[in-house]
């Protein structure tokens, strides 16, 4: 009588991500990003993101719809890479550290995760300078949640009078934009730019935060 063994899935062999796998979806996401960020909503071409994924192009529109649609699944994506520096932004609220610590640690914790997502600064960039769903979409998304995080904190700074600005919000504005800069000029790949990376997330922890607090 034969021995029957439990089936086991075949490995993959290299090539093209089989449709529908997470696999494919990460590819797709992945290089989605990288042209968006690159090439702004209106340069990108699906058929160029799908080459670099190694999918059909055919599969994208099956998977995810529409360029918009793909676009605002990127956006989601990097919320979602945001959201652990937010939820740690918003625990600084109630914390029992002096007020200036806590301004402080929140924004090392905006700039830090701005840095290790540095491709949003491009699509911040993008998206904001457009009119319509594209803007509001990314405002909503991402700028709003971190507003939402952040302006206790420099209303508390605003208050104790070690805030540099009189505007909460204005400030928050401006540490973004020294962040956006430097980010977009990092070169795009490989070992040298994650190192370049590691720098600079360095050098703006330490040199932004004075641009807009008093030193205590």
């Not at 799908?50 to 605002?72: E, N, P, R, T, Y």
Request: charge should be neutral; charged fraction near 20%.
């Amino acid at each position: 009588m034969p021995i029957l063994h439990p089936s086991v899935p075949a490995l993959r062999k290299r090539g093209r991500p089989v449709k529908g796998s997470p696999l494919a979806r990460d590819a797709v996401l992945g290089a989605a990003m990288e042209h968006f960020a690159r090439s702004g909503f209106e340069g990108t071409v699906l058929r160029d993101i799908a080459q670099d994924a190694g999918v059909d192009a055919a599969l994208i529109c099956h998977q995810f719809g529409s360029k918009l649609d793909l676009w605002k699944i990127v956006v989601d994506e990097i919320a979602g890479r945001l959201g652990t520096a937010r939820q740690a932004i918003l625990d600084l609220h109630d914390c029992d550290q002096p007020s200036n610590v806590r301004v402080r640690a929140g924004l090392s914790n905006f700039i830090v995760a701005n840095c290790n997502v540095p491709e949003f600064a491009n699509f911040l960039s993008d998206g904001i300078s457009s009119v319509g769903e594209r803007r509001d979409y990314i405002m909503h998304s991402i700028w709003d949640p971190y507003q939402e995080a952040m302006l206790p904190l420099l209303r508390e700074a605003q208050t104790e009078g070690f805030l540099r600005q009189g505007n909460p919000e204005l400030t928050l504005m401006m540490v973004m934009g020294a962040i956006m800069l430097p980010l977009m000029m990092i070169r795009p790949a490989g070992a040298e730019s994650l190192q370049e990376l590691a720098a600079l997330k360095v050098r703006l922890v330490r040199n932004v935060i004075p641009m807009f607090l008093h030193t205590a």
